[in-house]
């Protein structure tokens, strides 16, 4: 199982976005983690198309597309012209998920599926075996450092049990309250890939991402 870092960038000085991104991914980040939200699923609004644009030209790591808004079946292809590589919608927010699921998969792109804490996994029975990975909300979402919740833990056990039961090497992303501390304990919970927004960018960047993978690795 490879295990990734994709720090969340909504936990970044705006101000200096191209270098904060740059110092993440320079200090071994996998990944980078990309917020955005429309102020209507989640109460914050965030950033779009033309930071994502901007940014594609600063560093090729993968770019993790979260998608926290209403519809987002109206929004793939531009955001895969903007440069994402895996896109992920909310299983709450596409009244057709399996429809938007097809959208990002002909648009070329890896696609995920989010779930809000308080949905249960069964709303991904029929949909499991299409998507490249699933992202377990650890904080309601809309802000970053908020504390993790810790009955997700159970979360995603079931989770991992339920895609090796279907012969599935799923994904498993974890995103809210993911630091230093509590990563091991989030990987032997059975997730592989972890978001980590203000303990990869409050403070020195290169050396909180380098703590992270650190304890992501041991
Ligand atoms: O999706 C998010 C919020 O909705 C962010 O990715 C998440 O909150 C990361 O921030 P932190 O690691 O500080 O909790």
Redesign the pocket.
């Known amino acids: 199982m490879e295990y990734i870092l994709s720090p969340?960038i909504?936990?970044a000085d705006f101000a200096r976005l191209g270098e904060d991104v740059k110092k993440a991914a320079d200090a071994g980040a996998q990944w980078i983690?990309i917020?955005v939200m429309d102020g209507a699923f989640?109460p914050n609004i965030s950033l779009g198309f033309p930071v994502i644009k901007s940014l594609r030209k600063e560093t090729d790591k993968v770019f993790d597309v979260?998608l926290?808004i209403e519809e987002p079946g109206r929004y793939i292809e531009e955001f895969v012209e903007s440069g994402a590589d895996l896109i992920t919608l909310h299983a709450e927010s596409a009244k057709h998920l399996h429809r938007a699921i097809q959208q990002v998969k002909a648009a070329g792109c890896k696609v995920g599926v989010s779930l809000n804490p308080a949905t249960p996994l069964c709303a991904l029975e029929h949909i499991l075996d299409e998507i490249d990975m699933v992202l377990i909300m650890t904080?309601n979402?809309?802000?970053?450092?908020?504390a993790y919740i810790d009955a997700m833990d159970q979360k995603i056990r079931n989770l991992r049990k339920m895609a090796d039961e279907r012969g599935l090497d799923l994904d498993i992303e974890v995103?809210?309250?993911?630091t230093a501390d509590n990563i091991g304990h989030i990987k032997e919970c059975g997730a592989n890939i972890f978001?980590?927004?203000?303990?990869a960018f409050n403070g020195d960047i290169e050396a909180n991402v380098k703590k992270l993978l650190k304890a992501m690795e041991e």
């Open positions: 969340s909504l936990s983690h917020d989640v979260h926290m904080v979402p809309g802000y970053g450092g908020q995103d809210g309250g993911v978001v980590a927004g203000s303990a």
